[in-house]
């Protein structure tokens, strides 16, 4: 149980082409200081390790220590439902899925049973899929535990493990059964969809027992006990999104008409950051853009709520960043890009603060899909619930 590192002594770091700290194959030839060599380039970030090297399993240590919780607000009756049914199952030591629409508070809501590992003196892993997301989880956890808050993610400390950790998978390679309670929060989000070795990074750093909390779970998701909430914590529906088929001016008439509020245009390709940001400016709007190379985008976060202006931004905002009042379009929703999930994740930044309940939500389209139609219809049938 403990931190893979470079030893002189131990097993060799690259066997059979396979590194034996990430388990990819994705080795390189290159001449170290002992002739021609190989090194793993899939977790060079941790540092570099090549086949002359050796790795050995040195123990974590973490001083054990107590917390006191303060919530930033008190749960409603189904926050509190859901709070207990995650209590039961870290006492049944049972994993298990919270299905809960966005904005219905899914953050708060694990507080209690977070609270109650670290007082049964139990780590705790809390693995985002984006740094943004990452960053939310620990500036809410400092507000509301009294134990300091390890942020293991780029940016944070990569080699230190406290009672609470936040992280990114990729900064868990090197770990092996540290942590006894592991929270995927956004789990069927990318990379995490499309990556099995991420999966078997959070199965090695883990010691067995995952909470998953998303709104849109994955099929095998589905299959773990599951615990369901359907409506947000201030009560209001899920805004409904409108189909508009996508032109010029449609798309500028939704810029004109809340002009006096923030607005989210979502684009599947960063290409087209370029192609609608000249059809914005063209017309006199002020805009920015976000997309995975913004190395600021709490900086625009700011910037969009403090000045009700536009950002164009790519899927990487479709989770983990809320606006109060914003309308919210998503330009050509057809593509293929543009999953339900994804769709659905998109809708759900609109109406999510108790000041601002509701929201204009537009898909915009030079054909209609399954997908569009899909993410609808889950809404709706969220909002019946």
Request: proline fraction near 5%; aromatic fraction near 10%; hydrophobic fraction near 40%.
């Amino acid at each position: 149980m403990g931190q893979l590192i470079v030893t002189p002594e131990g097993t060799p770091a690259i066997r059979f082409g396979v590194c034996q700290r990430c388990l990819s194959t994705d080795t390189r030839a290159y001449m170290c200081h002992h002739g021609p060599c190989r090194y793993c380039r899939n977790c060079l970030h941790l540092g570099r390790v090549c086949q002359c090297d050796r790795l050995a399993e040195a123990e974590v240590t973490t001083s054990v220590e107590p917390t006191d919780l303060v919530m930033p607000f008190q749960l409603g009756a189904d926050q509190q439902r859901v709070s207990a049914q995650l209590l039961t199952w870290w006492e049944t030591k049972t994993s298990g899925l919270v299905h809960a629409v966005c904005g219905a508070g899914k953050t708060e809501m694990t507080f209690p049973v977070i609270a109650r590992a670290v007082n049964d003196g139990k780590r705790v892993l809390i693995v985002s899929p984006r740094r943004d997301v990452a960053i939310e989880w620990a500036d809410r956890l400092e507000a509301a535990f009294t134990v300091p808050i390890t942020r293991r993610y780029g940016g944070g400390d990569k080699d230190t493990i406290g009672m609470i950790t936040v992280a990114t998978a990729p900064l868990l390679v090197n770990l092996r059964h540290v942590f006894d309670f592991v929270l995927v929060d956004e789990s069927d989000a990318f990379p995490f969809a499309f990556d099995l070795a991420l999966w078997w990074t959070l199965r090695r750093a883990g010691k067995g027992l995952f909470l998953f909390v998303t709104a849109t779970p994955t099929v095998w998701q589905r299959q773990f006990p599951t615990v369901h909430l359907s409506r947000r914590y201030h009560g209001h529906d899920l805004p409904v999104p409108r189909l508009i088929r996508e032109k010029e001016s449609a798309i500028l008439d939704f810029c004109r008409r809340y002009e006096a509020a923030p607005r989210l245009l979502f684009v599947p390709t960063k290409p087209d950051l370029v192609r609608y940001g000249e059809l914005l400016a063209a017309n006199g709007f002020a805009y920015q853009a976000v997309s995975a190379d913004t190395d600021e985008r709490t900086d625009v976060l700011e910037w969009l709520e403090s000045t009700n202006g536009i950002v164009l931004a790519t899927s990487i905002w479709e989770r983990g960043m809320t606006v109060t009042g914003v309308h919210v379009a998503v330009l050509d929703s057809s593509h293929a890009l543009f999953s339900s999930r994804a769709l659905i994740q998109m809708a759900g930044r609109a109406g999510r603060k108790p000041t601002a309940p509701t929201g204009d939500v537009v898909f915009f389209y030079d054909e209609r899909t399954f997908r569009q139609d899909k993410a609808i219809r889950e809404i709706e049938e969220a909002n019946r619930r």
